[in-house]
């Protein structure tokens, strides 16, 4: 079983479309067995899966003394379990001084036989949700927009990611790489993140997730799909069966 995490300190970076349509894609593509983790208490992963229901079990249950395994719910989908989150969600962030962050993971060890693949979508802050997701990972996707702004956040999100894995009880190394989304295909772009792999030493993935208005209907009210049954054909969904079939290709070495 691997544990991924999917984070930014910045908000607007596609890190709930990339947790649900990796998790989906993983799920049906490639028939493992996956678990996703929304640790967002904004709960947008969980309403795209059908699954939002503030009067249900969810993640805030776990920091109330319930198992894991408890929480989980199956989603509409062959292969993919969810444990939901609402926006209660944010009082464990409030109240977090007394608990452990390495205890994510201890629960996620105890239903290990259960999937191959743990996806966690994690809340644009570095509070103790995230913390605990950074803490339990061994891989972190760290979505980016080849912009200014979003770009300086990445040696704010690094040091995040270093400070947990020396910090965190899970003794496995782990690993991290930037994901560039919304992508234009732009000269400017492409030379700023040329910079960031070659002068400033970040891992980045080889597959870049083009900008496309379908990302954006995706997550609309009505919609509610993963992009391979809402767009199929359409170039963004195609790269994120691109970025699966390359994280499988490093992450099951």
């Known amino acids: 079983m691997k544990v991924i995490a999917v984070s930014n300190y910045k908000g607007g970076c596609a890190k709930t479309t990339t947790a649900v349509n990796l998790a989906y894609d993983l799920a049906a593509e490639e028939e493992r067995r996956v678990l ?28 109330g003394g319930k198992a894991l395994s408890s929480l989980i719910r199956r989603s509409k989908y062959r292969n993919l379990d969810i ?8 009082q464990v962030n409030k109240e977090s001084g007394a608990l452990d962050p390495n205890e994510l993971r ?12 743990v ?5 644009p802050t570095m509070q103790f949700l995230t913390i605990s997701a950074l803490y ?11 912009a200014g702004f979003c770009i300086n956040g990445l040696e704010l999100m690094r040091d995040y990611l270093e400070d947990a894995a020396q910090q965190r009880e899970y003794i496995k190394d782990l690993q991290y790489a930037c994901l560039p989304v919304m992508f234009n295909g732009r000269g400017k772009s492409i030379n700023r993140i040329k910079k960031l792999a070659e002068q400033d030493a970040y891992a980045i993935f080889d597959t870049f997730v083009s900008f496309s208005t379908v990302c954006e209907n995706a997550e609309d009210q009505s919609v509610r799909k993963p992009l391979l049954k809402h767009r199929k054909n359409s170039r963004v969904a195609a790269d994120y069966l691109e970025l699966t079939k390359e994280i499988l290709s490093v992450i099951e070495v």
């Open 136 to 146: 339990a990972a061994d891989l972190v996707i760290v979505p980016f927009k080849a």
């Open 119 to 123: 996806i966690i979508d994690c809340q």
């Open 36 to 63: 996703l983790i929304d640790a967002d208490p904004q709960g947008n992963a969980s309403y795209i899966l059908w699954r939002y229901n503030p009067n249900a079990n969810t993640l805030c249950r776990l920091y």
């Open 83 to 90: 444990v939901p989150s609402m926006s209660g969600l944010e």
């Open 106 to 117: 201890r629960q996620i060890d105890n239903i290990a036989d259960r999937y191959d693949y």
